[in-house]
């Protein structure tokens, strides 16, 4: 009897590998276009009620801010859907986390970042509203630092939270070692 659980539970492992990755794969064939579809209004409508708060601020065709008659565009790399996509690979790319559990982690790491991020576009347009000396070196730092800093803090802390055992694609490799010819044979 556990025998056939734990070949049911093995069948069950190698069957959830290949359907995990082709939702990556899926969502990656348009070029991240759900993620920019999703997170855009999500992100420019919040930092406009933000700045809306502490500057005369008018937004122009949902990616143009007027502060102050300082233009600011919200390019495609501000909305940051490659950091979204790069959470939901490590997210499905992480073995035995039960289907609840997998949604719940996912939206609490989009949800964190999508806060940090507002966050930090409001910062950085609060500092070119008020003509910052620094601005281009604070933006180039939060960019670079904060968003792979932040895309990791986000992972360690979603571990932890969710109590998430296994490693993003290490795991599914050493199974499939685990389960393969190759490993047999030695």
């Known amino acids: 009897m556990k025998k056939k659980r734990k070949e049911n539970k093995d069948l069950k492992s190698f069957l959830n590998i290949p359907l995990r990755y082709l939702i990556l794969i899926l969502i990656a064939l348009p070029g991240l276009y759900i993620f920019y579809f999703i997170f855009t209004p999500l992100t420019v409508y919040p930092v406009y009620f933000l700045l809306g ?3 005369n601020v ?4 949902k990616i143009y801010f007027l502060i102050n008659n300082i233009p ?15 959470l939901f690979v490590l997210n499905l790319s992480t073995p035995d986390i039960k ?6 982690a996912i939206l609490f790491s989009f949800a964190t970042f999508l806060i940090l991020n507002i966050l930090r576009i409001f910062i950085l347009a609060s500092l070119a509203a008020t003509n910052f000396s620094y ?16 895309v990791v803090g986000i992972w360690f802390v979603e ?9 993003p694609f290490y795991s599914d490799i050493k199974f499939l070692y685990k389960k393969s010819l190759i490993k047999k044979k030695n």
């Open 72 to 86: 600011i565009e919200l390019i495609s790399a501000c909305i940051a859907g490659s950091a979204y996509y790069l």
């Open 99 to 104: 289907l609840k559990t997998r949604i719940y």
């Open 159 to 167: 571990v932890k939270i969710f109590k998430i055992k296994e490693i």
């Open 135 to 150: 601005f281009d070196v604070t933006h180039t730092i939060l960019w670079y630092g904060f968003s792979t800093i932040i």
């Open 53 to 55: 708060l502490f500057f």
């Open 58 to 61: 008018t937004l122009f065709s």
